[in-house]
C-alpha cells in the first residue's frame, strides 16, 4: 500500500521537477512549498553563497540536535569519530547520536510525522527513503551546500529509482559487485561477463553463491545487472522508466516477453549455483571456502576481509554491462526541531577532509568527484574494484515499485521452478 | 444483589482491561486492517484475506509455515514421549540427565540456530572433522526441506515438550498401571489403553504450545530454511521493511486463525478424551 504511494510520489516528483534540476535552487525540491514545521530558516532566500553566514547564528540557537546513522561499519566510526567531533568543536553545537536500523527508524519518524510531533532525529543517514517522501524536507540539499558543489551529479538527485530531486544527500558510495577467491578462481576463469559467470558454475557446480533478490541487495542488484544486460533496449528503458505505476510494471514485468531471456538465464545458472539467504550469508559461504565466486557489496566484502571474516585472497569486479551502484545517504526530517543545526550538520558530513578520512581509513567510496580512489592506501586497493572497470561499470536501479514486481516474477518464474 | 452485579464487572475490570489493550486491541487492528477497515485501508474487502490463498507466494509460505510448525512438532512428539516415560523409571545417572536434558531451554531461539548453522553448514565444523576422514557434509542448510530449520527446532523443542509430558506422566497414580498388567493388559496395552490416555491433556498441551511457537518462527528459517518459499514470518517482516501494512495484518490474521483451529481441536480433544475416560469410569 504505502509503496503504491511512494511510487505514486516518485511519479508526481519525476513530474513536477522533469530534468532540469538545477533551474530554481532555492525552490522546494518537490511540491509548490517548503514543508518543514520549523520555518526559523527563510529557505527561500538561502544559497551556497549566504549558506553560514545565514545558519550559523540561527544553529548555535538550535544548541544541539540529534543525528541516526544505520549500521555499515565505516560510516559508524566516520560519524563517531571524526565528523561529529569536528562538528561540536567547530559550531559548539551538541550531537546526539544513535545508531538506529533504517526498518526501525523510519517508523519512529512515521508516527511522529502521523501525530504532528516533531521527529525523534534531526538527520537520518539510511539505507530507504521514507515511504512518504513529504517526511522528508524538500529542500535542494545537493544545489545549496557548499560541501556538495562537486558531487557526481549521477548521485545527486535520484536513489535507487526514487527522484528525490536534492533532499537526500548521498554520504556513503556503494557497488554491487562478484566477489571471488583469487586463490580458487585465477586468471582466465574470473568471471568477465554473465556467460563467463554462467560457464564457471557448470564447470564448478555449487561453487557459485548468488543472494536470493528475496533477501539481500546484492542478489536483487544482480537480477537488477542481468535484466540490464540481456533485455532489449526497448525493454530497458521501459523498465528504468522512473515513473512507471503497478499496471506499468505488471504489464511489462508479467505481460510482455521482456523478461524471459533473464527467467531464462537463472534458471540455467541455479542448476549449478547455490542461492542464499543474504549477503552476509553469500559471503560466509565464501568464507567456508564452500563457494568461490558469489555476489556481494563491495564495502561489506572490504569490511569482512579487513576483519578477517574472508580470506585476503577475495576480490571483486564488475561483471560486463554493469551491476548497480550508487550512494546512501543522509535526509533531514521535515520535522524537525532543529532545522538550522540540521542543515549545517548535513554539509558538514561532505566536508572534503571527512570524505577523504573516510576513503582512506575505510576505503568508503566517496560521492564527490574531486575525491577519487587514489586516496586509499595501495594495500586496500586491491580489495576494491579496479578503477577502470569501477568507471564504466556503474548502472542505477529501477522505481521500487518495478524493483518489486520484477522480485515477485523472479520469484515465480524462477525460485518456484 | 445488585450491588454484587455492579461489583463482579469492576473486580473484573483490571484483568479483563488488561487483556483487551494488550491482546484484544492489537488483534482487533490487525484484523480489521487484513479486511482493510485500517488507517491505510480503502474500505471492507476480503481480498487482501484472499490474496494469502490465491498469491503463490504468499500459499506456499503459508504451507511452509505449516510445514515448519507441523513436522518438528510431529517428530519431538515421538521421541519426547519415550523420553518422558523413560523420566519416569529409575536408572543411574538419572538426576544429571534430568538436569541436563533442560539446558537446551534455556537457550535462545537466535542462538539455537546460529549454533546448528555453525555445526552442520557446508563449511562448517562437522564438515571441518569429516573432511579428515573423506567425508562431507550433505546439504541440510539451505536445503529444500528445510532440514536444518527442523533440526534446530528439534534440539529446542524436546526438552520443553518433554517437561511437559513428564509431568503428566507422573501424575498418574503409580497403581494404574500394575492394575491393568494384573487384569491381563500387555505392557504396550497398558500404555497405550491406560497411561497414554490419561496423560493426553498433558500432551495435547504440549503439542498444541510446540505448533504454536514454531508456526511464528523466525530465526531458524531466516538463517538456515530455503530461499524459497519464505514462512509468512518472513514475508510478515519483509513486509514491515516496505511498510505494507495490509500484507502484516493479513498474513498476521491467516496465521492467528490457523492457530485458533488449532486450539479448538485441542479443546475438542481433551473434552473427548475427558468424556471417554469419564465413561470408562
Known amino acids: 500500500m504505502q509503496l503504491k504511494c511512494l511510487a505514486a510520489s516518485a511519479a508526481v516528483i519525476a513530474a513536477m521537477t522533469g530534468a532540469a534540476h538545477a533551474a530554481d535552487v532555492t525552490g522546494p525540491a518537490f511540491g509548490d512549498t517548503f514543508n518543514v514545521t520549523d520555518t526559523s530558516v527563510d529557505l527561500s532566500q538561502l544559497t551556497r553563497e549566504n549558506f553560514y553566514d545565514v545558519l550559523v547564528p540561527l544553529a548555535k540557537k538550535d544548541g544541539e540536535m540529534t543525528f541516526y546513522s544505520y549500521w555499515p561499519p565505516a560510516p559508524l566510526v566516520v560519524f563517531q569519530n571524526q565528523i561529529i567531533p569536528a562538528f561540536e568543536k567547530k559550531y559548539g553545537i551538541k550531537v546526539h547520536f544513535n545508531s538506529v536500523e533504517t526498518n526501525v527508524g523510519l517508523p519512529q519518524l512515521d508516527a511522529a510525522y502521523k501525530e504532528g510531533k516533531p521527529s525523534p532525529m534531526d538527520g537520518y543517514f539510511s539505507s530507504d527513503l521514507p515511504a512518504d517522501l513529504n517526511e522528508m524536507a524538500n529542500i535542494r540539499l545537493t544545489d545549496i551546500l557548499p560541501n556538495a558543489a562537486d558531487l557526481d551529479p549521477s548521485l545527486a538527485y535520484e536513489y535507487r529509482g526514487i527522484e528525490h530531486n536534492g533532499a537526500y544527500v548521498p554520504f556513503h558510495g556503494n557497488q554491487t559487485v562478484i566477489a571471488f577467491n583469487s586463490a580458487f578462481v585465477k586468471g582466465d576463469e574470473v568471471p568477465q561477463t554473465f556467460e563467463d559467470l554462467l560457464a564457471y558454475s557448470k564447470a564448478n557446480p555449487g561453487k557459485v553463491a548468488i543472494t536470493s533478490p528475496l533477501r539481500g541487495g546484492s542478489g536483487s542488484g544482480f537480477l537488477t545487472a542481468v535484466s540490464h544486460k540481456l533485455m532489449s533496449d526497448d525493454c530497458v528503458a521501459k523498465w528504468m522508466d522512473l515513473s512507471a505505476d503497478e499496471a506499468a510494471a505488471d504489464k511489462l514485468v508479467n505481460n510482455s516477453e521482456c523478461f524471459a531471456p533473464v527467467w531464462a538465464y537463472f534458471n540455467d545458472l541455479l542448476e549449478t549455483a547455490q542461492i542464499t539467504n543474504g549477503n552476509t550469508d553469500t559471503l560466509n559461504l565464501m568464507a567456508n571456502g564452500v563457494a568461490n565466486v558469489g555476489t556481494a557489496w563491495e564495502d561489506l566484502t572490504f569490511s569482512y576481509v579487513m576483519g578477517n571474516q574472508l580470506p585476503d585472497t577475495v576480490r571483486v569486479t564488475i561483471l560486463n554491462g554493469g551491476q548497480p551502484g550508487g550512494a546512501e545517504g543522509a535526509f533531514i526530517p521535515s520535522n524537525t526541531a532543529n532545522l538550522a543545526a540540521a542543515l549545517l550538520f548535513m554539509d558538514e558530513i561532505l566536508a572534503p577532509e571527512h570524505q577523504a578520512w573516510k576513503l582512506a581509513g575505510f576505503a568508503s567510496r566517496s560521492p564527490k568527484t574531486e575525491l577519487d580512489a587514489s586516496l586509499i592506501p595501495a594495500e586496500a586497493q586491491k580489495l576494491l574494484v579496479p578503477a577502470d572497470i569501477y568507471e564504466e561499470g556503474r548502472i542505477s536501479n529501477a522505481n521500487p515499485v518495478m524493483s518489486r514486481v520484477v522480485r515477485d516474477a523472479f520469484a515465480a518464474n524462477v525460485l518456484d521452478k | ?281
Open chain 2, 1 to 281: 444483589m445488585r450491588r454484587m452485579a455492579l461489583d463482579l464487572p469492576l473486580l473484573l475490570l483490571p484483568g479483563v482491561g488488561f487483556l483487551v489493550l494488550t491482546f484484544g486491541l492489537p488483534l482487533y487492528w490487525a484484523i480489521t486492517g487484513s479486511l482493510g477497515l485500517g488507517a491505510d485501508g480503502t474500505g471492507f474487502t476480503l481480498m487482501h484475506l484472499a490474496d494469502i490463498f490465491l498469491e503463490t507466494k504468499f500459499r506456499k509460505g503459508l504451507m511452509m509455515s505449516l510445514y515448519y510448525a507441523i513436522a518438528p512438532t510431529v517428530l519431538t512428539l515421538f521421541v519426547a514421549i519415550p523420553l518422558a516415560m523413560l523420566l519416569q523409571k529409575s536408572f543411574p545417572g538419572r538426576k544429571l540427565f534430568n538436569g541436563l536434558y533442560k539446558i537446551p531451554l534455556a537457550i535462545p531461539s537466535i542462538v539455537a540456530a546460529f549454533m546448528v548453522l555453525t555445526l552442520i553448514e557446508q563449511g562448517g565444523f562437522m564438515d571441518r572433522v569429516l573432511v579428515h576422514i573423506g567425508l562431507s557434509m550433505p546439504k541440510i542448510v539451505r536445503d529444500q526441506f528445510g532440514i536444518g530449520v527442523i533440526l534446530s527446532t528439534l534440539w529446542k523443542d524436546i526438552p520443553f515438550m518433554t517437561l511437559i509430558i513428564a509431568g503428566a506422566f507422573g501424575a498418574i497414580p503409580k497403581d494404574m498401571v500394575p492394575a491393568a498388567r494384573s487384569l491381563g493388559a500387555s505392557r504396550t496395552r497398558a500404555f497405550l489403553m491406560v497411561e497414554l490416555p490419561l496423560a493426553m491433556p498433558g500432551v495435547t498441551a504440549a503439542t498444541l504450545l510446540c505448533f504454536v511457537k514454531s508456526i511464528g518462527n523466525f530465526a531458524a528459517p531466516s538463517l538456515l530454511g530455503p530461499a524459497y518459499p519464505l514462512p509468512l514470518s518472513i514475508q510478515m517482516y519483509d513486509a514491515y521493511r516496505e511498510g505494507d501494512w495490509i500484507a502484516i495484518y493479513s498474513m498476521g490474521t491467516v496465521l492467528i486463525i490457523v492457530s485458533f483451529i488449532v486450539l479448538g481441536a485441542y479443546y475438542a480433544l481433551t473434552a473427548r478424551t475427558l468424556q471417554h475416560m469419564k465413561r470408562e469410569g
